[in-house]
């Protein structure tokens, strides 16, 4: 290669470096800003959504929560300080309601920040369930943690409840159920991720639990607190509510629950002996004879005695214990079945377990299920923990020897 034509390649070379150089510039300049950004502390974040219908309208509550309350949840906000507010409108539909709401907010909603929804019976009936779960499940900004509860309850008494001791809002039992669920577990709270499942899956029911507000059993310097209180469980399928059980009759719900985390059991009437249960692991397998289906469940915890009014020995007291629990799971299925209701989800069990017979008997996805469906009902109690190791009451009357 000629000096010449060196020199002319390193020309090229250097204009198509200066090209990409300014090409570089350019894009910087371009890519500096964000046109359509919008800036965290110019929007609302809607906390939760509360549905009621009355006089022919839908009535949509949404209700709004002070974000610089968050970081000081530990240590509580200034009581100057607003923690929540509610705006509500109404629609011929849950969209027009919502949409109507828009006309006085000063601000953009946020929908991304959703803890829980809250629904009326009276929106069930009108088919509300399916209407918001659609509009949510399309919404680019909503995502399926929302927590979905059923009240019989005013939808204001429900979302003005606030959490203890000046705690952020964001960390209400409704907000965020599972730290009491885990401590007391009693009805499984269901997400809107859960929902639409158990809705496609046979027998195509959900449980929900029954919210309401409660004046009576917090204070705070004197003064009562607004908060919230499971009733009991409310049984729907997507277009309907089926009836709702009360917290009496509901109670055998928690032991054929797999989500169960811990919860209480007192025996011997008014002797009072309480126990703890942990680790619950529940197995449903149904059994085939002569073409008619039943289901056996064996059941398996560890116990803790929590209180002793009397001398017992452990068989006595585990005899007891299941006693009880089978009372429970039995009655709550046949107040279910007074409702038309699978509450245990037996269909489910066949379906997943033998589909061929599931397919031959289920009418719409559910079984026919009578009083003798459930088979047998095992329960295995392991108690592993007698406080400190004793089966008899902490104070007990001494007797002493008589004198001669």
Known sequence: ???????????????????????????????????DVKQTERMVYIHSIGLDYKD?????????????????????????QVTAELGHASGNTVEEAIFNIYQTTQRRLFWGHIAYIVFTENVLKQGGLQAITDILDRYVETYYQIWIYLTEDSIPNILHAMPNIGMST??????????????FSYIRPIDLRRLIILNNRPPNEIVLPIISGNHQSWEADSKHMDAA?????????????????????????????????RSEITIKGKEGMGLLLRNLHVKVTPVIKHNEVKFDVKIKAKVHINKVRRTNS??????????????????TYLEGLKLDSDIYRLSNVLYIKNYSTWKRIQHDGKIPLNNHSINNIDINLKIIDAGKQRNKPTLIKRKYPSHP
């Open 229 to 261: 209180i499971l009733n009991g469980l409310g049984i729907i399928t997507n277009d309907n509510l089926k009836g709702y059980l009360s917290n009496s009759k509901a109670k055998g719900y928690r032991w054929m629950n797999k989500d169960f985390q």
């Open 56 to 80: 022919g309208k839908y009535i949509a509550y949404l209700q709004i929560i002070n974000l610089g309350l968050l970081a000081k949840s530990e240590s509580g906000g200034s009581n100057n």
């Open 170 to 183: 964001d960390l209400s039992r409704l907000s965020d159920p599972e730290p009491s669920f885990k401590q």
């Open 314 to 331: 452990l068989e006595e007291i585990s005899s007891e214990a299941k006693r009880k629990i089978k009372k429970e799971i039995m009655d």
């Open 1 to 35: 290669m000629t000096l010449l034509e060196q020199v002319k390649k390193m020309k090229i070379k250097r204009k198509a470096n200066q090209f990409f150089l300014l090409l570089s510039i350019l894009t910087t300049v371009f890519l500096s800003g964000c046109w």
